[in-house]
């Protein structure tokens, strides 16, 4: 049995359309959308709607402003359009659009912080099959995926947001939903288990958001694997924990290589 693995695709349907070729299966673990594109501010979601002038300036302030500048700049770009939420919809399913019709069949997806999962109904085909706290078999093995980002220690969820909201769930929810996966053989999420060296991004120079829930079905269950993205420079790509071979898939958009599980 063959499986790729891709993570953090950020919008190369292109790339994507060649991710399952020669294998059977296709899993993919989220933040298929290019919102905001650092390497070309022309792309993303924030390029298409305000041009790359306005997305160099936000990612400059992202690296060397403060919070409330960032804030502050980001509120004036909304502001300058009519319906910031239409247009946000708008571009969101014209990306998603063209990502599910580069899935090949067939695809297993779990939604990334970087995603709107309540529209995914609207554009994945027969072939795809969307999984967010549950078990699947693929190839005789247990597959257990969750999907989303817990919000940081202090934050608060807003759930009505006028032009769009980021999957990040609340932390007893998530932990809750990763305690219903039972059995687990091969763990697949977003974001990582909460391990230091797996969690730290080498050039944003920060620890992001890592999971205690997924450390601990790890110790508990100890599955041979335990796949996920979101870090997209991480200290470590790998690590092992007891049996369970921890790996970072990679950064899909620049890469465009999956990650292969063989069986």
Known sequence: MRVHVVSDVHGNADALARAGDGADALVVLGDLLDFVDYQEHDKGILGM????EKVSAFARLRREGTRDETIAFSRSLWASLDDPGAAVE????EQYAKLFGAMSAPTYATPG????PHLWKSFAGDGVTMVDGDVVEIGGLRFGFIGGVTLPEGATLRRTNPVWRPYLRLRDEFDEAVG???DVEVLCSHMPPAFPELTYDVIARRHEMGSSALAGLIAAQQPRWSLFGHVHQPLSARL????????NVGHFKVTERPYILRW
């Open 90 to 93: 708008e571009a969101i399913r």
């Open 240 to 247: 092992r924990a007891g049996r369970t071979e921890c790996r």
């Open 49 to 52: 709607l305000f041009g790359p």
């Open 180 to 182: 219903k996966l039972t």
């Open 113 to 116: 912080n970087v995603d709107s």
